[in-house]
């Protein structure tokens, strides 16, 4: 691989309206908000990343103000100037500050595209490199739809028929106490073939178990992170007391961290976030275990512009990728997206990964201005809180 020398990098905090509120135990999301950075190289390549914090401290710790501090004051300073003849270089870069993993993802993901774009080579190609020869790209992901909380079963059902009608494959319900069994119960009558899971966003403690007991005879693919969010010890009691696998998301944010797991027996499914993890190279090193352990693996999404959006199906569409991911077309989202040309929703619930260099898709800065505008505007926070 060509080097590339990290001349400058700027950051871009954004908020971006959505097409429609996404409701979670955890409340309602007014804006996709995050922090987009702009790498720029010697050769004047550009490379872009995203970090996909929430406005306030809800899917974890970090916010976007927090992601702008760490990156701007300690993360970038340990990029600038520095040659770098491959991305996985970048964590250790980054040693010196611990956590803060969403900030440092999308730092290393600006790498990782201006040094696939630097080599001419797709995003999927550059991740597939450091894996064995038969984990190349299928240049494609396979994937379903998330689906909030509504305001009534039926309102629910309509959705989940627009849904399938678009042609999803993979349904997924967002859950909380007092909307879950009832819920699942009407879904799987109206629908008894359709893939369906169920995503609790830890809402749930060990002593709800008789409760999600329930749904174990609805044939479910799984039930996502029903305990704490940082819990591995008590999901390995939760879990032989369930037939529905259990799939983690956020208490896994290390390659340690599912080897505990799987040591414990924690989980039977893997939600890998990279933005969780802190990037795409521990998710390597994540995607390794998996192949290993036989473990189903899927891609889960906060939300991302083209951006983020882009390189994770460039993930997705490595083969160890086993079950459908949180990756929906465009349209779901955002009207327009910060990006060129947008992602569409093709046959058998797929959709393509893009084949030219980098994220292989172009930001339109015009777009990216007006989004950083809107967040320095007082109207998102008050939305909000």
Sequence with gaps: MKPIIVRSIKLYPIAMSLVETLKTSSGDEPFKTGVVAR???DDSVVGWGEASPEIAPGYNYETVGTALHIMSEFLIPALLGKTI???TEVPSLFSRVRGHHMAKHGLEAAVWDALAKTNGVSLA?????????DHQSRGYANVGVSIGIKPTIEE????IEKRLGQGYGRIKLKIEPGWDVELARAVRKVYPNIVLMLDANSAYTLADADRLKQ???LNLL???QPLGHDDIYEHSKLQPQLKTAICLDESI???????LALDLGACRILNLKPARVSG????LEIYKICVAHNLPLWIGGLMETGIGRAANLAFASLPAVTLPCDISATDRYFDPDLTEPPFFLGANSRIAAPTAPGIGVEVVEERLEAAAQRWTSEQVYKNYF
């Design 215 to 217: 749904v174990d005879d």
């Design 222 to 224: 799984m039930i996502e």
């Design 125 to 133: 190609q550059a991740f597939a490199a450091y894996l064995p020869a």
């Design 253 to 259: 944010c290390s390659a340690d961290d599912l080897r």
């Design 156 to 159: 629910t059902l309509e959705v």
């Design 280 to 283: 795409y190279t521990e998710s």
């Design 39 to 41: 790498l720029e190289t």
């Design 85 to 87: 003849t491959s991305a």
